[in-house]
C-alpha cells in the first residue's frame, strides 16, 4: 500500500515537474517504507527502468523520440551506470544517505531560484 | 564534434548519478539533448526515456548483482508511478508552473535535511 502511494507520487512529481521517479522514490522508500539506503536505490532504479520502458515506448509511437541522440548519451551513461552502481557497493549507507541530501538540497535550491 | 564529445560526457556523469543514487538521470540527460544537441523540448524529455533504458539496464543488472533490487517493490512503484503520470499531466495544466516549482524546491530541501538527520543518528555500520 505504501509503495502504492509512492509511486504515485513519483509519477505525479515527474509529470509535473520533469524530474525522474528516483529523485521521490529513493527518499520515501528511505523515510516512509523503512528501506536502507542500497535496496532503496537498487530497487528505484529497477522501477524507472519499467518506467522508461513505458514511456519510450508511448513516445516513440508518437514520433517524438530521437533515437541516434539516445544513443549519444545512454551509452556513455549505461558505462557511467556500471561505475557508479560499482562505487555504490563501496561506500556506507550514512555516506551514501549525506551524499544523497546533498543532491536533494541543490536540487531544492536550483528549483527555489 | 565537440557538442558530441560533451553530449557524451554529460551522458556518463547521467549514468553515474543513475547507479549511485538509483536516480534516473534525466535531470541531466534532458538539459543535454536540448542544449547541446538541439532538440526541442518536448523531443529531448520523449528521448531523455530511450536514453536511461540502456543506463538503467546496465544499472539494474549491477545493483541485482550486488542484492538491491527487490523486484515486487518495484513492479508496484513502476505501475503506481505510471498512473501518477497521467494525473500529473492533467494537474500540471491546471496550476500556476511557477508556485509549484518554488514549493516542490522547498519540500525538497526538507526532505534533504530528513535524510541527512536520520544518517546522522542512526549509528554508522559496515557493509
Not at chain 1, 520533469?18 to 521517479?21: K, N, P, Q, S
Not at chain 2, 547541446?36 to 526541442?40: A, D, M, P, Q
Given at each position: 500500500m505504501r509503495l502504492l502511494v509512492i509511486g504515485l507520487l513519483a509519477g505525479l512529481f515527474s509529470a509535473l515537474f520533469?524530474?525522474?521517479?528516483g529523485i521521490v522514490v529513493v527518499p520515501l522508500l528511505i523515510l516512509?517504507?523503512?528501506?536502507?539506503?542500497r535496496p532503496a536505490m537498487g530497487t528505484s532504479l529497477a522501477a524507472i527502468l519499467l518506467i522508461a520502458l513505458v514511456g519510450s515506448v508511448t513516445y516513440a509511437l508518437h514520433g517524438e523520440v530521437k533515437p541516434g541522440a539516445a544513443a549519444i548519451v545512454g551509452i556513455p551513461g549505461a558505462i557511467g551506470a556500471v561505475a557508479g552502481a560499482w562505487v555504490q557497493q563501496r561506500l556506507t549507507n550514512r555516506t551514501l544517505s549525506f551524499a544523497f541530501a546533498a543532491l536533494l538540497a541543490g536540487l531544492g535550491i536550483w528549483f527555489l531560484v | 564534434m565537440w557538442a558530441l564529445l560533451a553530449a557524451g560526457a554529460l551522458g556518463l556523469v547521467a549514468g553515474m548519478l543513475a547507479g549511485l543514487?538509483?536516480?534516473?538521470?534525466g535531470i541531466l540527460f534532458v538539459p543535454t539533448l536540448a542544449l547541446?544537441?538541439?532538440?526541442?523540448q518536448l523531443h529531448a524529455e520523449a528521448t531523455s526515456l530511450l536514453a536511461i533504458l540502456p543506463a538503467a539496464a546496465a544499472g539494474v543488472w549491477r545493483q541485482r548483482s550486488y542484492g538491491n533490487v527487490r523486484w515486487r517493490a518495484a513492479l508496484i512503484l513502476g505501475v503506481a508511478a505510471i498512473v501518477g503520470v497521467e494525473g500529473g499531466g492533467q494537474i500540471a495544466e491546471a496550476l500556476p508552473e511557477h508556485a509549484l516549482r518554488r514549493l516542490f524546491g522547498a519540500l525538497m530541501l526538507a526532505v534533504a535535511a530528513q535524510v541527512a538527520v536520520r544518517a546522522w543518528r542512526k549509528p554508522a555500520y559496515p557493509s
Open positions: 520533469g524530474v525522474g521517479g516512509v517504507a523503512g528501506y536502507t539506503e | 543514487f538509483g536516480v534516473g538521470g547541446v544537441l538541439g532538440l526541442t
